[in-house]
């Protein structure tokens, strides 16, 4: 099976994680730091916290920022259930903004209706690695007082109208993943970036159960939180990684560019935009079908020929503990029809030539 995403390991990679095997510190040691400088170094941004999941990431991202318990954010319904889970889990309530209908981002002209006297938060989802339009999300949250927070987990190595994404040039905090599909991989791993000390320390608080450390054996829990902490182990394996993200997005890029030019005249299918502002990532290259109908077959057909296709996404209202919450279909029409038409087809840096071709073959067979 030829899988959608992967990770890419290489001899470099191992050695260094050896190394970390042999050493003195298997968590809790110099290597995390090492990854968090490199990481903000990489973004331009002051600080980086990495934490054991994109998950743990966003959800202490939102804690800290301590909202009051019954507080509305505003996020996108096409991304990933842990986008909104955090949130809900720090007793916040999710809005859900519609999406473009060629990028799947949120359409950012549509957070200013759903902004209330409730309302504390913006989430934008970079979704696929295609950025959100971040100076016009900014200035509404200047507008109306709000926190911005970027759920960058596709989107490291994209850039907004020349600022890398991470850089937190128009938010106060922003997530990363680092789960082997993503662009670069700790196993399993993530990162809060923000230029905010504040954040930093109180991240690094809710990373290790609401500990603050004082002299000598002195510490003190401030307030319950979980054992966040990400190991020794997988930030070597990070730093590694790190040193070839560019030359990863890069190949992201040719591949995607190789698709656009092979399936955009064909009859059935649209292919994913990159907007003048945008320079994306493509963690995710979601192809659309232009007849909804036929994605379900169009689907069996590629996993029947060994290519393993995904879904991005089920609009996160419409899973069951949202249905129950209240929340409807026809919420978003835009985020519906996207779901309907989309299939991620293939794209990681080792993806090679041979593979690439067949995948190409195989859909331009279809009619
Ligand atoms: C948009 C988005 N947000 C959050 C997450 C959660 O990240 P993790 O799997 O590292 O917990 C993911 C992971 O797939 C994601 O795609």
């Given amino acids: ?61 939102y804690k800290v920022l301590n909202l009051k318990k019954g ?57 696929a690695g295609h950025p959100v339009d971040m100076e016009k999300v900014w200035n509404l949250a200047k507008k109306y007082n709000l926190y911005v927070v970027e759920d960058a987990c596709h989107a490291l190595g994209s850039k907004y109208k020349g600022y890398k994404i991470g850089s ?18 700790t196993g399993e791993g993530g990162a809060v970036l923000t230029n905010e000390r504040e954040f930093y320390e109180k ?36 730093i590694s990684q790190l040193r070839k993200i560019d030359k ?15 399936l955009s005249n064909h009859s059935l299918f649209e292919t994913p935009s990159e907007k003048k502002y945008a320079y994306h990532s493509y963690h995710l290259y979601p192809l659309r079908v232009k007849d909804s109908y036929r ?7 590629l996993k029947e020929k060994g290519i393993g296709v995904q879904v991005h996404y089920i609009p996160v209202y419409l899973h069951s503990y949202y249905r129950k919450k209240g929340y409807k279909p026809g919420l978003c029409p835009y985020a519906e029809d996207f779901y309907q038409r989309e299939i991620s087809i ?15 073959a195989r859909l331009k067979e279809i009619n």
């Avoid at 968590?27 to 934490?51: M, R, W």
């Avoid at 990863?248 to 092979?262: G, L, Q, S, T």
């Avoid at 293939?346 to 190409?360: C, G, M, Q």
Wanted: include cysteine; glycine fraction near 4%; hydrophobic fraction near 35%.
């Fill in 1 to 61: 099976m030829i899988p959608y995403g992967r990770q890419s390991i290489e001899d470099d990679d191992i050695q260094e994680v050896i190394k970390t095997l042999r050493s003195d510190f298997l968590t809790q040691g110099p290597k995390v730091q090492e990854f968090e400088e490199k990481l903000a170094d990489y973004c331009g941004a002051k600080y980086a916290v990495v934490f054991n999941s994109g998950t743990s990431a966003l959800y202490c991202a």
């Fill in 71 to 127: 507080s509305n954010f505003i996020t996108s319904p096409i991304t990933f259930a842990a986008t909104v889970s955090a949130g809900v889990l720090n007793n916040l309530k999710p809005s859900f903004a519609d999406v473009e209908s060629d990028t799947g981002n949120m359409d950012v002209n549509l957070i200013e209706n759903l902004i209330t006297e409730k309302t504390r938060l913006i989430v934008p989802v970079h979704y």
């Fill in 168 to 185: 937190c040039k128009f938010s106060h905090m922003t997530i990363f993943s680092f789960h082997p599909v993503k662009h670069i991989t």
């Fill in 203 to 238: 991240l690094i608080q809710c990373r290790n159960h609401g500990i603050i450390k004082g002299e000598d054996w002195f510490y003190s829990v401030e307030y319950p939180s979980f054992n966040f902490r990400i190991t020794d182990i997988q930030c070597t394996l990070g």
């Fill in 248 to 262: 990863f997005v890069d190949k992201r890029r040719k591949i995607a560019e190789i698709y656009n030019i092979e």
């Fill in 295 to 301: 994605k379900k077959e169009i689907f069996r057909h």
């Fill in 346 to 360: 293939p794209i990681y840096p080792t993806l090679n030539e041979r593979d690439l071709n067949y995948v190409i």
